[in-house]
């Protein structure tokens, strides 16, 4: 067996009050690690995050903190990482995992919503590496959620798929400028995961990506989770500056 141990490790996960960024919350808990529970603050992610945070504290004490901020406020994601450093000492890895949607065709997508998807899918993905990378020890990493979406150009999600492709090549970029530090960037690009946003898609709608998907099925939360947390380990030690996909084969 080998074993990926995060003790005395503590990571940031961005969106983690529930669907994916939830999943990886408890996965990096089960290593060990030290989490920090971001969601936007508002009163439904509050209570979940919360919830989640006693879920994780009963099993091992003081190993959970709840950090509000909108990922796409520079000066909340700033203050959010200076109250990690003070909790917590400093940062081991950071996942960018908040993200929102607001499909619509280009001709019709209003400025606001194509503003929105990137404010929260691109900006806050920078706010979070910038301000992370101030209080990140040396051999950390950063994994950020790119998208099948951005590979395939799904009809009516530019502003996601922009965003998402953005992400992509920012992982590339920093994987140069922060391996002096011995820090990892990368990206991962989930298909369609089983969450609750997948559960609204019209099962008829549903059984036309599945056709696509050459193990027949969507993935599962703990699937996606389960990379990020290999990205961040010592396993991939020699792994940065890639985007791995994680979509059950599919290729449009």
């Not at 990493?141 to 922009?162: D, E, K, L, R, T």
Request: proline residues 3%.
């Amino acid at each position: 067996m080998i074993p990926i141990d995060l003790s005395g490790k503590v990571a940031l996960i961005t969106g983690a009050s529930q669907g994916i960024g939830a999943q990886i919350a408890r996965t990096f808990h089960q290593a060990g690690a030290t989490v920090i529970i971001n969601h936007p603050g508002f009163p439904n992610t509050l209570v979940d995050a919360d919830t989640l945070a006693a879920e994780l504290n009963v099993l091992r004490t003081d190993s959970a903190r709840v950090i509000a901020a909108d990922v796409s406020n520079a000066e909340q994601v700033h203050a959010m990482m200076t109250e990690v450093q003070a909790a917590c000492g400093g940062l081991d890895y950071l996942v960018n995992n908040a993200a929102i949607i607001k499909d619509r065709t280009i001709a019709k997508m209003s400025l606001e919503e194509w503003d929105a998807v990137i404010d929260v899918n691109l900006s806050g993905v920078f706010y979070g590496c910038k301000y992370a990378l101030e209080i990140m020890r040396d051999h950390g990493a950063i994994v950020s959620f790119g998208s099948i979406a951005a590979i395939q150009g799904f009809f009516g999600q530019a502003n996601y798929a922009s965003a998402k492709a953005g992400v992509q090549a920012m992982m590339r970029v920093l994987s140069r400028e922060a391996a002096r530090k011995g820090i990892r960037a990368n990206a991962i690009a989930p298909g369609v995961i089983d969450t609750s946003m997948a559960a609204t898609i019209p099962e008829a709608v549903r059984a036309e990506m599945i056709k696509n998907v050459p193990l027949a099925r969507f993935g599962t939360t703990e699937e996606v989770a389960h990379v990020v947390l290999f990205l961040c380990s010592p396993l991939a030690s020699y792994v940065t500056g890639q985007t791995l996909e994680i979509n059950g084969g599919w290729r449009g």
